[in-house]
């Protein structure tokens, strides 16, 4: 497939065009789908659904967060975070444990073996994607490297939407 060309803007600052705006939409959801579609199937747990995965990393970034905290940051519904958190307590990755302040309130934190998981678990994606980089030029490499703080941005706003 012909890669698609980005229209070239006449100021140094200007603002991005749609289509390049959409074409930066586009290509960070296929480059995370192709990345996700390798999920690692660990020997002894079995495939571990985007979700799980998912669940796991937050868990493990915030610890302690509650179910509802969960659903909020990772946008999910409840039931589907409920039952993730099931599933990841039955493998051992997570455990629940009650507040200490207020008990009708459910803790969840990361187990040593959800984290070594989720560690092995990355390492398997950023091996291809590392081999992959490899192949680009300088020059590419180059602008990645530029270019990561600005995603990592776009990401954080994503995360956190401004309400208004």
């Not at 705006?21 to 960070?28: A, I, K, N, Q, T």
């Not at 008990?103 to 990361?110: A, E, K, Y």
């Amino acid at each position: 497939m012909p890669t698609p060309t980005r229209p070239e803007s006449t100021a140094a600052h200007a603002e991005p065009s749609s289509a390049l705006r959409s074409e930066l939409s586009v290509v960070l959801r296929e480059l995370a789908w192709t990345i996700h579609r390798h999920t690692p199937e660990r020997a002894g747990v079995g495939p571990i659904p985007t979700t799980e995965i998912a669940l796991l990393k937050q868990v493990i970034d915030a610890p302690g967060s509650t179910v509802g905290e969960l659903v909020a940051t990772l946008g999910l519904q409840q039931p589907n975070v409920s039952a993730a958190l099931r599933t990841l307590e039955q493998r051992g990755f997570v455990s629940r444990g009650k507040d200490a302040a207020d008990r009708r309130v459910w803790r969840i934190r990361p187990t040593d073996r959800g984290i070594a998981e989720h560690r092995a678990i990355s390492d398997a994606w950023t091996r291809p994607v590392d081999e992959a980089v490899a192949e680009l030029t300088d020059e590419q490499r180059r602008a990645l490297d530029d270019a990561l703080e600005s995603l990592q941005a776009v990401h954080r706003l994503l995360q956190h939407p401004a309400t208004g």
